[in-house]
C-alpha cells in the first residue's frame, strides 16, 4: 500500500539553527499539506500545495518558517531560525484532489526538538 | 472561530466495554465532520466522515459515529471494544474557509 514518506522522524536542534524537513507524498496526489501538532493538541495545517503551487500559507510563520514543492512531487518545510516554541509534530499529508473533503493520508511525522 | 471540542482527554476501558467518544463543534452553518485515528507507532488514519445524508455514519474496524445537528454534535461509538483499539482518537470539522479543524484528541486505552 502506498504511503507518505517524511524524513527525518526525529531531529534535535539547538535555538537558531536552521531544520528542514522532508515528504514525499503519494505518487499521483495532487494535493499536499503540511501540519504541525504541539504535545496534547490536535494538527493544525501550516500550508497547502497543489501541484507545485501554494493554495494556503495563512498559518505559516512567514517570519521563519518557509515550504516549497518544486515539481510538484516532494516538499520541503525550512525553520529558520529554530525557537523552543518550534518543537512538535511536523506531520505530511497528501490527497488526491483539492477539496479537503477528499481523504487525506497522512506520513508517519518529524518529531522535532528544539533545545 | 470555529472549534471543536472533545470533552474527554483520557478515557480508560475494558474489553467488550461500550464506547462513546464525545465531540462537539461550533459552526452552525453546513458541515463537514470526521474522526480520525493514530493507533501507536502508526500514521493518522480517517475512521470515517459526514458530508451529508444519512446522519449514522458507518466507519472502519466497527466504528460509527451520529451526527445530532440540534446538539452541534458528532460522537464516535463502538459497542464493543477491543485492546487493539487503543489509540489516540481525533474529531475534525470542515470550516467554511474549507480548512479542517482539529479537536485535542482522546487518548484510549483498553484494559485486557
Known amino acids: 500500500e502506498a504511503e507518505v514518506a517524511q524524513s527525518p522522524r526525529y531531529k534535535i536542534t539547538e535555538k537558531s539553527q536552521a531544520v528542514a524537513f522532508w515528504c514525499d507524498p503519494i505518487s499521483g496526489h495532487a494535493t499536499l499539506y503540511w501540519y504541525r501538532q504541539i504535545l496534547g493538541q490536535g494538527p493544525e495545517l501550516l500550508v497547502q500545495f497543489q501541484d507545485e503551487s501554494v493554495v494556503d500559507d495563512s498559518q505559516l510563520p512567514k517570519d521563519r518558517f518557509s515550504a516549497e514543492r518544486l515539481k510538484g512531487v516532494d516538499s520541503t518545510l525550512k525553520i529558520q531560525p529554530a525557537e523552543l516554541g518550534d518543537s512538535a509534530m511536523y506531520l505530511c499529508?497528501?490527497?488526491?484532489?483539492?477539496?479537503?473533503?477528499?481523504?487525506?493520508?497522512f506520513g508517519p511525522g518529524t518529531r522535532l526538538t528544539v533545545l | 472561530a470555529q472549534s471543536v471540542s472533545q470533552h474527554n482527554h483520557h478515557v480508560i476501558l475494558s474489553e467488550a466495554a461500550s464506547l462513546e467518544l464525545g465531540c462537539n463543534y461550533s459552526y452552525g452553518g453546513t458541515v463537514n465532520l470526521f474522526w480520525y485515528v493514530q493507533y501507536p507507532g502508526q500514521h493518522l488514519q480517517l475512521l470515517l466522515k459526514y458530508f451529508s445524508g444519512d446522519p449514522l455514519v458507518k466507519g472502519i474496524k466497527g466504528f460509527e459515529a451520529e451526527f445530532i445537528k440540534s446538539k452541534f454534535s458528532f460522537n464516535l461509538r463502538k459497542p464493543s471494544v477491543q485492546w487493539s483499539d487503543t489509540a489516540e482518537y481525533f474529531c475534525a470539522v470542515l470550516n467554511r474557509d474549507d480548512k479542517i479543524i482539529f479537536g485535542k484528541g482522546t487518548r484510549l486505552h483498553i484494559l485486557p
Open positions: 499529508a497528501s490527497s488526491l484532489l483539492a477539496r479537503y473533503t477528499d481523504t487525506q493520508y
